[in-house]
């Protein structure tokens, strides 16, 4: 069973930036591909970003790419999420998940392990 904890959010004005950190536990990190999700007030939750276990690919949501970068530390069992240029309507529950499959964070958006969430909330 993966545990996943996230770390970084907090209340930043519009412009500025946040990182965000996920730590693992309880499997095998390096083989384990990593992804962001969030989700704001009575709105749906989305994929945001995430990076493959295999060949450290990257993919993101068409509204971060540019200002949002996903980067992983195997050797500290971390992926973390850099936001820059951040706007009111990133205002969100950030939730880390984690899947073998970069396919089912990315595209099928079902991975297996979640974490709990972190608020990230951009005032204007």
């Known amino acids: 069973q993966v545990h996943l904890v996230e770390s970084g959010g907090g209340l930043v004005q519009a412009g500025g930036s946040l990182r965000l950190s996920c730590a693992a536990s309880g499997g095998d990190f390096s083989t384990l591909s990593m992804g962001w999700f969030r989700q704001a007030p009575m709105k749906e939750r989305e994929f945001v970003a995430g990076?493959?276990?295999?060949?450290?690919?990257?993919y993101g949501q068409d509204s971060v790419k540019g200002r949002f970068t996903v980067s992983r530390d195997n050797a500290k069992n971390t992926v973390f999420l850099q936001m820059n240029s951040l706007k009111p309507e990133d205002t969100a529950v950030y939730y880390c998940?984690?899947?073998?499959?970069?396919?089912?964070?990315?595209?099928?958006?079902?991975?297996?392990?979640w974490g709990q969430g972190t608020q990230v909330t951009i005032s204007s």
């Open positions: 990076i493959s276990w295999t060949d450290y690919t990257t």
């Open positions: 998940a984690a899947d073998r499959s970069i396919q089912t964070i990315a595209v099928l958006k079902t991975p297996n392990y």
